[in-house]
């Protein structure tokens, strides 16, 4: 760990701690190298990392300075991409995470989600079952599944998909493997979603999001990962 992470790390466990209030303003650089005995180098790293996880935020100009925040969606979002973005994950456990995280999204969406976010799903979903392109029916499905995070009402889990969904269209949405046919049961899938979601029933709700993405989940495991899996005694995505 560098002297800039140890710093920002330490700063941020004040903060999640409550000693540092939401708002208050940071000492100059110059000062908090001084109490902080490291130098204006390492202050100026420090802040930074905090600024791109949402823990401090910059402001210039009169009445300028660094201020405490506590990260939003959007923050949580942006730390998430940047962290699994530099992992050099595997597609297919990130599939697998995501069967195992959405259902969560779908059930508290059933029992919280309004009748315009319903409403903006019905046009994703007759926009995605008329698509010619493939791109736009990505981009419909990744909007589809993000909708329905930020409908769960939780900011963390919408946080999460957010940050999430760059990673999930570069590693699990492969042309080669989205067929038209593929296509046509995503939508039939997102069908089911939505009539659960419509019923305003947690369980299915859950349990048809769940059966959508680990269907996902081992149609884009290597043969050689599900021998690996086997192997372990693990089951394959998709399979209880």
Not at 81 to 109: F, K, M, N, T, Y
Not at 148 to 166: C, M, T, Y
Request: with cysteine.
């Amino acid at each position: 760990m560098t002297a800039a992470q140890d710093l920002a790390e330490r700063i941020k466990a004040r903060i999640m701690r409550g000693e540092l209030a939401q708002g208050v303003p940071l000492p100059p650089e110059r000062q908090l190298a001084e109490h902080e005995r490291v130098s204006r180098t390492t202050v100026r790293g420090a802040l930074s990392l905090l600024a791109a996880e949402g823990f401090v935020r910059r402001r210039v100009g009169r009445g300028g300075g660094t201020f405490v925040t506590r990260p939003d969606a959007e923050s949580v979002a942006a730390s998430i991409r940047l962290a699994v973005g530099s992992a050099g994950l595997d597609a297919a456990d990130l599939a697998e995470a995501r069967a195992h995280l959405e259902p969560v999204c779908a059930q508290l969406a059933a029992e919280r989600i309004g009748e315009d976010a319903l409403a903006r799903l019905d046009r994703l979903q007759s926009r995605m079952a008329r698509a010619a392109d493939l791109r736009e029916f990505l981009a419909d499905n990744s909007a589809f599944h993000r909708l329905i995070a930020e409908a769960s009402g939780n900011s963390v889990l919408a946080g999460l998909l957010k940050g999430l969904d760059a990673p999930i269209h570069e590693l699990t949405d492969d042309p080669a493997v989205v067929t038209r046919a593929r296509m046509h049961e995503t939508v039939r899938a997102h069908e089911a979603i939505l009539f659960a979601l419509r019923r305003r029933d947690p369980v299915q709700a859950a349990a048809a999001m769940r059966k959508h993405l680990l269907a996902h989940a081992e149609l884009i495991e290597s043969p050689y990962e599900r021998g690996r899996r086997r192997q372990h005694g693990v089951a394959p995505a998709g399979r209880d």
